[in-house]
C-alpha cells in the first residue's frame, strides 16, 4: 500500500491530499514550477495507509529536505477545479485537502529538490499574502490566522467560480 489516493470517477479525478502552512516573518512558504504562472501549497496526495498528518510530514521533508512537526490542523478544504497537468489537462478535479499548520524549527533553512508529476524541477518561495502573484490554495492570502484554534472548513468551485 503506497499508491496516491488519486482515482478516476467518471470523466473526473478524486484526489485526497495535505497541505503545509509554514509561516515566517508573516511570510507563506509556497512552492512553484518554470510552467505555471502561479504557486502552491507545500503538500501533495495522501498515499494510500497513510494518515493526512503522517502524509504532511512526509510531503515537507520531501519538498524541503528538513522533517517538521505538525502543530495542528487548521482546514479542511473541499475544491473542484479543472486540471493543467498533462496528465489530467481539462479533466475536472474533486479535491479533499487538510491543511495543517507547521512548527516553524529554528534555522529553518529549506532546500527545493522535488519535481512536479511530468518531471518540471519545482522551487520554493516566501510569499506575503499582500504579493501580487496568484497562490493556491487563495485562502491562504486571506485566512490564516496562528492565534486561531479551530478548524476553519471551506469549498471552492470553479463550476461556480465562487467560494463559501
Keep these: 500500500m503506497n499508491k496516491d489516493m488519486c482515482v478516476p470517477c467518471d470523466d473526473g ?5 495535505v497541505g503545509a502552512i509554514i509561516m515566517k ?7 512553484g514550477n518554470e510552467r505555471n504562472d502561479y504557486l502552491y501549497s507545500v503538500g501533495g496526495r495522501i ?16 519538498e524541503t529536505g528538513v522533517k517538521i512537526d505538525v502543530d495542528r ?12 497537468m498533462p496528465s489530467n489537462l481539462g479533466k475536472l478535479i474533486y ?23 511530468d518531471n518540471v524541477r519545482e522551487h520554493l518561495r516566501w510569499v506575503s499574502p499582500s504579493d501580487s502573484i496568484t497562490i493556491y490554495p487563495s485562502f491562504f ?24
Design 47 to 62: 498515499k494510500m495507509g497513510e494518515t493526512a498528518k503522517e502524509a504532511i510530514v512526509r510531503e515537507v521533508l520531501e
Design 13 to 17: 479525478i478524486l484526489n485526497v491530499r
Design 95 to 117: 479535491e479533499i485537502s487538510f491543511y495543517f499548520y507547521m512548527k516553524m524549527p529554528d534555522g529553518f533553512c529549506p532546500v527545493s529538490e522535488s519535481f512536479t508529476e
Design 141 to 164: 492570502k486571506t485566512e490564516l490566522d496562528m492565534t486561531s484554534t479551530g478548524v476553519r472548513y471551506l469549498v471552492n468551485d470553479e463550476r461556480k467560480k465562487g467560494t463559501t
Design 73 to 84: 490542523l487548521g482546514f479542511v478544504h473541499e475544491n473542484y477545479f479543472y486540471g493543467d
Design 25 to 31: 516573518d508573516g511570510k507563506i512558504l509556497m512552492v
